[in-house]
């Protein structure tokens, strides 16, 4: 839920809350203040009636009075409001009056004085002010829901369209992002953090990227250096059987070191997203160009290859593609058993699977697609292959699982998450 909503959705539950209260109280207020009209016309007409008993000793004409009665003398003086229906005759049903009674004398006799207010238009009155002000309350709460919404709109733009902007930014691209400018001062001060970050990342970006490409194409010209010196010496007659075997380590270490070099900065390469070109991959001919690559390791291995190919098409970098196909497969085929070993390939339109027999692996699995993490003890692995999937795999959006059973290793690549 985006903040705009949610700010929305929190306004509309509070008044939600609030406006049943709101109506009620509007409702007993606005009785309260007509009540309070009406007794006031009662006490001036109390007034009225009181004057002239006090100066004529008789009760004046009052459209207001509705009896008196006789009391006896001891009764303390008293006051009440009260709200009544009394039966008309004319409309032939009870009306709602408001009564006033109090104690008065006539020539020096006690008397109780009742008077009335009939209710019928003021009760008609509170109810029509009662819908226009809760009509009123209503539309208030409508225009401020779609006023705050459309200031919402406006004082965001800005921000969506910068958020639009850094969704699509390259930290690879050269020129660097220009935010919309906003009238927001946070929105402001936001813009000129996330420029200086960018900037900076872009910088250490392609520091580190020149970096890669230096330390890699200067380690590899002299370790090109080292090998053909070692070449030399290992033709030499010279040498000893104890010296040969040293030479020869010196060799086999140096190729580690450069095929180390290219797979970390090739790694490195994955992880900037230097890979972008996107091709529609026939998969079944890639693994079948790869088997028969590799058809006299498996053949001098004897190792037993069964398979069962789809046609599948999946989108990503034909290099990466073949790369990550050709890991998995010399993964099955070097950690395999010599002479006797089996390879299970199983390729559809969901997943891509290899199973091969091999020796029980004493590392973790859920460590295994780390770096220089070795699932067999072979001297000829990095351990750097099934890292290099794995960031494969993360560009793409595959999924790549690893199980055992006993001596039968099956990796599992999913071409949807």
Not at 38 to 46: A, N, T, Y
Request: charged share 25%; net charge neutral.
């Amino acid at each position: 839920m985006n903040l705009v909503k949610k700010t929305n959705t929190h306004y509309l539950v509070f008044l939600a809350l609030l406006f049943p209260i709101m109506i009620l109280m509007d409702y007993y207020l606005i009785q309260y203040l007509v009540n309070n009209e009406v007794d006031d016309i009662l006490l001036h007409e109390r007034e009225r009636i009181d004057f002239h008993l006090k100066n004529d000793g008789a009760l004046p004409p009052s459209n207001y009075l509705f009896k008196t009665e006789v009391m006896d003398n001891g009764l303390v003086p008293f006051e009440k409001f009260k709200d009544t229906l009394l039966y008309e005759a004319y409309a032939d049903k009870k009306v709602p009056y408001r009564t006033y009674a109090y104690r008065s004398s006539i020539n020096s006799l006690p008397v109780k004085v009742t008077l009335k207010h009939v209710l019928l238009e003021i009760n008609e009155l509170i109810w029509l002010l009662f819908l226009t002000t809760g009509f009123i309350i209503l539309l208030l709460i409508i225009g401020l829901y779609f006023i705050n919404r459309k200031i919402y709109e406006w004082a965001w733009n800005p921000f969506f369209e910068n958020l639009s902007k850094l969704k699509k930014y390259d930290v690879t691209q050269k020129e660097s992002i220009h935010l919309k400018s906003s009238k927001i001062n946070e929105f402001e001060a936001l813009n000129e953090v996330i420029t200086t970050l960018i900037n900076q990342i872009r910088k250490d970006f392609q520091n580190l990227k020149e970096f890669n490409e230096n330390i890699s194409h200067e380690i590899q010209t002299p370790l090109a250096v080292i090998r053909n010196k070692v070449v030399l010496l290992l033709e030499s007659k010279n040498l000893d059987k104890k010296e040969l075997q040293r030479v020869e380590a010196i060799y086999q270490e140096t190729n580690k070191l450069s095929k180390l070099g290219k797979s970390l900065t090739l790694i490195s390469r994955i992880e900037n997203q230097e890979f972008k070109r996107m091709h529609s991959i026939d998969v079944r001919t890639i693994i079948e160009n790869i088997l028969n690559n590799m058809e006299e390791i498996i053949y001098f291995k004897n190792i037993e290859v069964s398979k069962d190919l789809h046609s599948v098409a999946v989108e990503c970098d034909h290099i990466l593609a073949d790369l990550l196909f050709t890991n998995l497969i010399k993964n099955a085929v070097q950690h395999n058993k010599e002479g006797g070993g089996d390879i299970k390939i199983v390729l559809n339109k969901e997943k891509f699977e290899i199973s091969n027999t091999g020796e029980i692996s004493e590392i973790a699995t859920e460590k295994l697609f780390g770096r220089f993490q070795k699932g067999s003890s072979t001297k000829e692995s990095l351990g750097l292959g099934l890292a290099i999937n794995q960031k494969i795999c993360e560009i793409y959006g595959f999924r790549l699982d690893y199980a055992r059973n006993g001596e039968v290793h099956t990796f599992s690549l999913f071409f949807k998450r």
